[in-house]
């Protein structure tokens, strides 16, 4: 079972974010509703049209399971203006990477689920495995490393994609957390992955 992304747009998020935009004097102009629930019936129907396998694949890869069955996925107009335009939990897009180029959408869309599936099995989050592994890097890094590897393998086995697969912030945590996914590469940092979930629920079941 895999839950169903349900794009919605968010009055009360958008006031929010228009007024972040307010403070920040830059003359920009928050897009319209009609702007922001167009882009979000847009947004769902390439989902729907890309989706095929994805949330299979990230599941099955892991071992972890989904726990939820629809995961809401809240559509703001923020034009980039804050270090938080797209986010896990809850999960939410704005429309300006559709309108750039619907692929940045769908990578970015790919990484915040990803953060998703680690979110809906906390029990299995490789912290202490993370921490040994990585221990000096800084907890974006760590919180990033699976998610990279996982990203690329998705690109990968679901969309045929060898290039140009995922999108690094260009904060410092992010690169480096790319470059150590490079170096290792991703099919080993998955397999350690398991191998290490694997051990854990043995030995809570034990
Ligand atoms: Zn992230």
Not at 10 to 25: G, N, P, Q
Not at 53 to 70: D, N, P, Y
Not at 72 to 84: E, N, T, Y
Not at 113 to 131: M, Q
Request: net charge positive; proline share 5%.
């Amino acid at each position: 079972m895999v839950p169903r992304i349900d794009f919605e747009p968010s009055f009360i998020y958008d006031l929010v974010w228009k007024e972040l935009l307010a403070r920040t004097k830059s003359g920009k102009n928050y897009p319209s509703r009609e702007e922001i629930f167009a882009y979000t019936r847009k947004m769902k129907v390439y989902w729907n049209k890309k989706k095929r396998g994805i949330l299979e694949e990230m599941a099955l890869v892991t071992h972890l399971k989904w726990r939820r069955t629809e995961i809401p996925c809240f559509v703001v107009g923020a034009p980039r203006f804050a270090s938080f335009n797209a986010f896990s939990h809850p999960l939410t897009m704005h429309i300006q990477d559709y309108q750039e180029n619907p692929e940045l959408f769908l990578k970015r869309l790919i990484h915040e689920l990803i953060h998703n599936l680690f979110i809906d099995n906390p029990d299995l989050w490789p912290e202490d495995y993370l921490d040994k592994k990585y221990g000096p890097e800084s907890f974006d890094t760590k919180a990033h490393i699976l998610v990279y590897a996982l990203h690329v393998h998705i690109a990968e086995k679901c969309l045929n994609k060898k290039k140009n697969i995922v999108h690094t912030s260009e904060k410092h945590g992010y690169t480096r957390a790319w470059e150590i996914v490079k170096k290792e590469g991703y099919e080993n940092i998955i397999r350690e992955f398991v191998e290490y979930i694997e051990e854990k629920k043995k030995r809570s079941n034990s």
